[in-house]
């Protein structure tokens, strides 16, 4: 058991979220007259509104605005104009529906005085005039004839604003302009002026700009001369004062003799680097030896030294074949010697010149060299002199040339705005004018008629769910097994009514044992008998959750089909209401249940015999203070086991479980209790709650009964209530044709 019923609420729980179209058509079945009434009585009052609505004429004129402007010079910069974007356009299009171009064409066609704009005033109206006739008197005295004609211009530009459209085509320099009104030719000729009036506007606008340009380029040009011309005699001044020669200031001559002076540098730096590396030789060697010298590269190298040494060295090779021959006091030998000597002297005399001449050389270098650095210093210094001058020059060189240029720029302006003040071109015309219309644009009452009967319509649908939403009472036996969790025991049908009879369901079925009603009893009566056929239910109770949902009536039903199988006994346990005595005409002062419990009268008093129901009947019977402790006194149930000791069945009508607790007192001691619910009526909630507290008292609930369900109604809910008892319930001619 424990795991069957998560199983039932897992399915119940799939079971919500499916959604059941059948639902939705039946609450649509359900409020189908209701939903079509209201859609037919929208239709209708929408069609009288319609038809008593004035038609109103459409007008559209086609408004070409040209993207470029047929300019003698180019002057766009003086009007602010690029038309070569979308701003442009959307610009024109808000100067079309501006306020100023609508009052240009009230006034022209004195709309202020038409019939179309001084209508009756309507309910608003009326209320706005009754609410006026309240404040203060003297409020309207204070306004001037030129406050209320402003006021009433005010009220008809709103008016005509709100039926003008300007519509632009995409992709297009075109733009439809459209206006609404009662007259198809005043609307044509509106539509006509407002393209008029435009091009009219932008040709008044342009030529006020044109005017007002030149008049402040006029003003303008006329200070900027003086500023060109002082800058001009500023720059003049500054060349005099600082001696500038030249455009540049005299930058390109310190530059190249810069140039010339430091190529001279490096070549005197390299003539100085290269005596030095001799010097630093010659001074390394000694000079009282002249052939030491003769090392140097420099100085054997010299002319002068190689021809001196050429004339030693045939000196001593004449002295070396003499020696062969000679003796070394021969005095050829001694005449060669001398030779040698003198060869010798002159060979070291011009080495001795030739190092003298290195140095001296590179002494020179030196000095040349130190005296070409200073002039290249100085004339580093006088770049930097005259760059400084330079920068000051191209200040006051930009300075006089953006003030001529400014100047001549406001003079060309001046020239062109004044040459072209006289040419005015429009920049747009009316491509296609509005014509007349022939049929009224709305109201489209066809249209409207239909959207009325669709909307309420659908608004009727919307509605039905609504107080389908709304409704929680409980209708067909899918919410009582849905909404309460509870078994199903059976349903008992609405009697429809005859004559005036009170309370026909209690004698329903013994007066009309053929009928739909006595059917219904006799399946609930099964269902009983067969939920404990082994161990039969001898004390039945029936209650409810609140009053008047039909316990009594069906258990009058139960008691009288079971008696007709079986020996019963209706007991009266409402103490608080009784109603069984004065169903069968008992006296409401005969002993009964209080009175046997309580032990004023023996059993044979309080039980009274209904011979054509088939049954005995136990009623209330005096009505106690406290009916709560009868009911739960030992000497009740002492009464009830008595009891089924001489009876098969008994049948206890009980009080509703959501105003007392006798229900739950009775529960102990009765084998099986039916929960009545009226259908359409008992709200789910509260019949939960009832079951709730029985469940909590362990009472041994079998089964709901539906009571006074609308068969047709519940049809319309549920496929499974039509038809069932039609099948079952035969009739008396049925019957006799069996």
């Known amino acids: ?42 239709t209708m009052l929408t069609t009288l509104v319609v038809f008593s609505m004035q038609p109103v004429y459409r007008a559209q004129a086609t408004l070409l605005i040209e993207s470029q402007n ?80 402003r006021i009433k211009l005010q009220e008809v530009t709103e008016q005509f604003q709100k039926n003008l459209t300007i519509s632009p085509v995409r992709k297009t320099q075109l733009v439809k302009i459209s206006y609404s009104s009662f007259d198809p030719v005043l609307a044509a000729e509106i539509a006509n002026a407002i393209g008029e009036a ?60 810069l140039d010339l002076v430091s190529e001279k540098l490096v070549d005197a730096r390299r003539d100085r680097i290269s005596l030095e590396n001799l010097y630093s030789q010659i001074r390394r060697l000694n000079k009282g030896n002249p052939e030491s010298f003769e090392r140097i590269p420099a100085v054997l190298q010299h002319p002068l030294v190689q021809t001196l040494k050429g004339a030693v060295l045939e000196v001593e090779l004449k002295k070396s074949e003499l020696a062969k021959i000679y003796g070394s006091k021969h005095p050829k030998m001694i005449a060669v010697e001398s030779e040698v000597s003198n060869a010798r002297r002159s060979l070291n005399a011009q080495i001795m010149s030739v190092v003298n001449g290195i140095e001296n050389e590179y002494r020179a270098a030196r000095a040349g060299e130190q005296s070409l650095q200073s002039a290249v210093n100085q004339a580093k210094q006088d770049i ?109 049908p609405k009697l429809p009514k005859r004559g005036k009879k009170n309370n026909q369901s209690y004698a329903e079925y013994l007066e009309q044992p053929q009928s739909t009603f006595a059917e219904a009893v006799r399946t609930i009566r099964t269902g009983l008998v067969l939920s404990a056929l082994d161990n039969p239910h001898k ?50 002062k005969a002993p009964g249940l209080s009175n046997l419990v309580a032990g004023t009268a023996k059993l ?33 149930a002492k009464v009830l086991e008595i009891l089924e ?24 001691h009765v084998g099986a209790m039916v929960y009545v619910v009226k259908a359409d009526d008992t709200n789910h909630q509260l019949a939960k709650s009832g079951l709730k507290r029985l469940s909590n008292v362990n009472a041994p609930v079998i089964g709901v009964v539906l009571n006074q369900v609308d068969i047709k109604k519940a049809a319309k809910y549920s496929g499974e209530c039509g038809g069932y008892y039609d099948a079952y319930g035969y009739t008396a001619e049925e019957q006799s044709a069996r």
Not at 2 to 27: C, G, H
Not at 115 to 126: A, D, H, L, T, V
Not at 235 to 254: L, T
Not at 554 to 564: D, K
Request: proline share 5%.
């Open 1 to 42: 058991m424990d795991t069957q019923k998560p199983q039932e609420n897992f399915s119940r729980m799939m079971a919500d979220d499916v959604i059941d179209l059948r639902q939705y058509w039946n609450t649509i079945n359900r409020h189908k007259w209701g939903i079509l009434g209201f859609a037919i009585v929208v």
């Open 70 to 149: 047929a300019n003698v010079v180019s002057i766009e910069e003086v009007y602010g104009l690029d038309s070569s974007n979308n701003e442009y356009y959307l610009t024109q299009f808000e100067i079309l529906k501006s306020r100023q171009l609508a009052e240009r064409v009230i006034k022209k066609f004195n709309l202020t005085e038409h019939p179309e704009f001084n209508q009756p005033p309507g309910m608003i109206s009326k209320a706005k005039e009754y609410i006026k006739s309240l404040l203060p008197l003297g409020i309207e005295e204070t306004l001037t004839p030129e406050d209320l004609a």
């Open 198 to 257: 435009y091009i009219e506007n932008n040709l008044e606008a342009r030529l006020e700009l044109t005017y007002k340009a030149s008049e402040w380029l006029l003003e303008r040009s006329s200070g900027l001369y003086d500023k060109w011309k002082e800058a001009e005699a500023k720059e003049k001044a500054y060349r005099q004062q600082e001696g500038i020669v030249g455009q540049d200031g005299g930058v390109d001559i310190a530059n190249s003799e």
């Open 384 to 492: 930097r002199s005259i760059s400084n001058k330079q920068y000051r020059l191209k200040e006051l060189e930009q300075d006089t040339e953006a003030q001529r240029q400014l100047y001549e720029t406001f003079v060309n302006r001046l020239n062109e705005t004044n040459a072209t003040g006289d040419l005015q071109t429009a920049n747009a015309r009316v491509a296609d004018p509005a014509q007349p219309p022939q049929k009224p644009a709305k109201p489209k009452k066809g249209l409207i008629i239909a959207l009325a009967f669709v909307v309420s319509f659908m608004f009727g649908i919307m509605f039905s769910f609504l107080l389908e939403a709304l409704n929680n009472t409980l209708k067909t036996p899918q919410d009582v097994e849905n909404k309460l969790g509870a078994t199903m025991l059976g349903l008992l």
């Open 539 to 588: 004390v039945l109770s029936c209650t409810s959750s609140v009053p008047g949902e039909g316990k009594t009536s069906t258990a009058l039903s139960l008691a009288y089909s079971l008696g007709q199988m079986e020996n019963v006994l209706l007991i009266d346990a409402d103490m608080r209401r009784p109603s069984i005595a004065k169903s069968f005409e008992i006296s409401g």
């Open 604 to 636: 044979e008093e309080c039980i009274h015999t209904i011979e054509h129901a088939g049954i005995d009947v136990m009623t209330a019977g005096i009505i106690p203070p406290n009916p709560l402790e009868l009911l739960s006194s030992r000497r009740f």
């Open 645 to 668: 000791t001489k009876y098969d069945r008994i049948v206890i009508d009980t009080a509703p479980t959501q105003a007392v607790s006798d229900a739950l007192v009775l529960a102990p």
